[in-house]
């Protein structure tokens, strides 16, 4: 029997996956699901299930911070990403971050199926229908605005919502303090803001403030 957790924030779909895979109750049994990052990796750390099924666009923690943050932990559930993203570099991410399958949600039942068997093999699978020059989703999504911020730029980003001067950044993070400004105006340019200020604002928007 394998044991399967869902995370998806949408209702419908989740009650979708629920459904499609109770159809497979004497193979697959269903142990937990939850709406939001936080409470899927605290959940799947305690209820340790074999196969995750794992939305990328979340609120509290995105789907690839989820992957990195299990794959950091001495359980290493396989995960299957199921996303409305058909975009090449989103695979590479979740393939870079320890993935062992991406999906677009609009994939039929035999092929859901077939990946969460197949995942068992320990190979990369991924959707046919991902095209390098498809992408569905404008490059302004809020989504793919946070993931397109380096680890750097992610470390500079809580300095400066905790207040940090440019120099205080620099000796915390142990670079330059023009290398803290070529961050911050990356970072500024990426999120479409202006301001400390509207960075703070963005992350409470956007679940990323402790």
Known sequence: MNKIYICDDHSLFLEG??????????EFEIVGTANNGLQAVEEILQLLPHIVLLDLNLPGKTGLEVLKELRTSGERPLVIIITSYNDENLMRKVKAAGGNAYLLKDAGIDEVIRTVRGVRARKFLNNPKISPTQDTISSSDQFKQIVSL???ERDLMTQLIKGAS???AAEQLFISENTVKNHRKNIY?????CTVQELILYCNNHGLLD
Do not use: F, G, P
């Open 17 to 26: 996956e629920i459904s499609m895979l109770s159809a497979y109750s004497d």
């Open 150 to 152: 380096t680890e750097r």
């Open 166 to 168: 440019t120099s205080e």
């Open 189 to 193: 340019r990426k999120l479409n803001i």
